[in-house]
C-alpha cells in the first residue's frame, strides 16, 4: 500500500494557539516523511522533514513527532501566526524519487 | 537562481483539445516530475523524467497523457483529446542529478487547466 491518510481536513486556531495535524501510513518501506506548505496559487514548498530513526525533529516553532511502531507522525505548530494560513500536506517517500501526499489540512489562524 | 518554471500558469481548453504543459527544472537540475492535485486533494505522483529518459511512468493515465524531456528544452507534458476531468492543477518538481531522497524536490508554481 501506498497511502498516506491525514487528518484533520481544517483547522482553525486562534493567534498564538498550537496547531496540530496527524498522518498515518501504511507502507513500512517509506523511510522518509517530509512535510510540505502550500499558499493559495503557489507550489508545494518543503517545510521540514524527519526519517524513521528519530522520533522528534524541532524547526523554529514547527515540531515532527514521529512514532514507528503505530506508522503515525504529526506536525505541530507551536505559536501559530496568522502567516501561517496555508494548506499543510504530509508525505513520505521510498526509493525511486516519487512522494505519496496525504490529502492535506487547510489551516486558518485567527487574528 | 530561478526556480522550476512552469508554463503557462492557467490554461482554458475545449474538450477534445490538446493541452501542452511545459516545465522548466531548476538549473543544474536534470530530474524532472510531474504531479496532479484536483481541487481539494493532495497532490499525486504522474510520472518521473531524466533527460531523454522516462524512468517512472506508474501514475500516468494509460491513455491520452504522455510525457517527454527532452535533450535540449523543458519537459512537457501533453493531455490530447481532454475531458473535463482532466480539470487540475498540474505541479512540476526537479531535483539535482544525484538525487535520491524527496527532500530534494523543488516545486514550481503549477499549471491550472480547465477544460470546458
Known amino acids: 500500500q501506498q497511502q498516506v491518510k491525514q487528518s484533520p481536513q481544517s483547522l482553525i486556531v486562534q493567534k498564538g494557539g498550537i496547531s496540530i495535524i496527524n498522518c498515518a501510513y501504511e507502507?513500512?518501506?517509506?523511510?522518509?516523511f517530509p512535510w510540505y506548505q502550500q499558499f493559495p496559487g503557489k507550489g508545494p514548498a518543503l517545510l521540514i522533514a524527519?526519517?524513521?530513526?528519530?522520533s522528534e525533529k524541532k524547526e523554529g516553532r514547527f515540531t515532527i513527532s514521529f512514532n514507528k511502531s503505530a506508522k503515525q507522525f504529526s506536525l505541530h505548530i507551536m505559536d501559530s501566526q496568522p502567516g501561517d494560513s496555508a494548506t499543510y500536506f504530509c508525505?513520505?517517500?521510498?526509493?525511486?524519487?516519487?512522494?505519496?501526499f496525504g490529502g492535506g489540512t487547510r489551516v486558518l489562524v485567527k487574528p | 537562481n530561478a526556480g522550476v518554471m512552469q508554463n503557462p500558469r492557467h490554461l482554458v481548453r475545449r474538450r477534445g483539445q490538446e493541452a501542452r504543459l511545459r516545465c522548466s527544472p531548476m538549473?543544474?537540475?536534470?530530474?524532472v516530475y510531474w504531479y496532479r492535485q484536483l481541487p481539494e486533494e493532495g497532490l499525486k505522483f504522474m510520472v518521473y523524467?531524466?533527460?531523454?529518459?522516462?524512468?517512472?511512468e506508474s501514475g500516468m493515465p494509460k491513455e491520452r497523457f504522455s510525457a517527454e524531456f527532452p535533450k535540449e528544452g523543458p519537459s512537457i507534458l501533453r493531455i490530447q483529446q481532454v475531458v473535463r476531468g482532466d480539470s487540475a492543477a498540474y505541479f512540476c518538481?526537479?531535483?539535482?542529478?544525484?538525487?535520491?531522497?524527496?527532500?530534494?524536490?523543488?516545486f514550481g508554481p503549477g499549471t491550472r487547466l480547465l477544460v470546458l
Open positions: 518538481a526537479s531535483s539535482p542529478p544525484l538525487a535520491t531522497r524527496g527532500e530534494t524536490q523543488y
Open positions: 507502507n513500512t518501506a517509506f523511510d522518509y
Open positions: 524527519i526519517r524513521p530513526d528519530v
Open positions: 508525505a513520505a517517500f521510498v526509493g525511486g524519487n516519487k512522494l505519496t
Open positions: 538549473k543544474g537540475h536534470s530530474h
Open positions: 523524467l531524466q533527460k531523454e529518459n522516462i524512468i517512472d
